[in-house]
């Protein structure tokens, strides 16, 4: 520097664009390209922020949806990482055909140890020609409240509701348990206060709470007697001690070379 000049040239890469429309405390009903649409309530937004929804191509959501429900539609929902204080509601065009005997469930997409999974957050409703989300009395129906994907699911046979909450051995409410039954493929993941809301088909089920991390299971059975009835199953999570399954080489073996993995 003592001998010379030393340019700098700096080049600032340009903003992303800012897409979707700008909802405020306001509220918003929001009609996109596709036909979905989404009612933001007001104050449910403390920040004007661009909000934005798309359905998602069926051919990117192999596998995700389970045999026991047919998928009606997917639809992105784009908050600019925030969280409503009030659930917005997402409708969408009914398809033709539609069997209105069966019902319709909401569930959003969470990631479960690498696994994506279907979580139930609303029921559907077919309300003129529009399939709607909603919440009605039942416990822990969460909502539309962040971004993420959301599924418009129709059951392949009537459903029933399990909730409750997921403990350990000392009666502790127990965080990070991916519960489920045994007649549907919806699931739940606690948090904090262990309290859990699955579905299931109208008959006897059986329910499972898993630790995601250590694989400790708890399970109770019960029957669900109606088409949209409730049940409360509380689960209890035992830890399952480290336990030796098998010995290889095994004992009393010969031969054995000193560098064989044991």
Known sequence: LMLGKVGIEVNL???????????????ARLLDSDGNVLVIPQNALSQTVPVETKTVEPSTLTGIVGTDFTLLRAVEVNLTNRTL??????????PAG?????PLVV?????????RRLKLVALGRLSGSLITSGL???????????SGQYFFLQA?????FIFGTVKDGSGNPYASALTTSSTCSLVD???????????GTVSEFTAQASDIYKNDTG????TITSANGAITTNLVIQVTPPRVVSITPADNSTGIETNASI
């Open 13 to 27: 890469r340009p903003e992303e664009a800012v897409t979707g429309t700008m909802v405020g405390s306001d509220g």
């Open 85 to 94: 204080a009030s659930s917005a509601e997402l409708s969408f065009p009914a």
């Open 98 to 102: 539609l069997n209105s005997a069966l």
């Open 107 to 115: 569930a959003k997409a969470i990631e479960v140890r690498g696994a």
């Open 136 to 146: 009605n009395s039942l416990n822990g129906l969460s909502g539309i409240l962040t």
């Open 156 to 160: 392949k046979a009537p459903l029933g």
């Open 189 to 199: 993941l606690t948090g904090a206060d262990g309290k859990y809301l699955i579905a």
């Open 219 to 222: 399970t109770a059975t019960g």
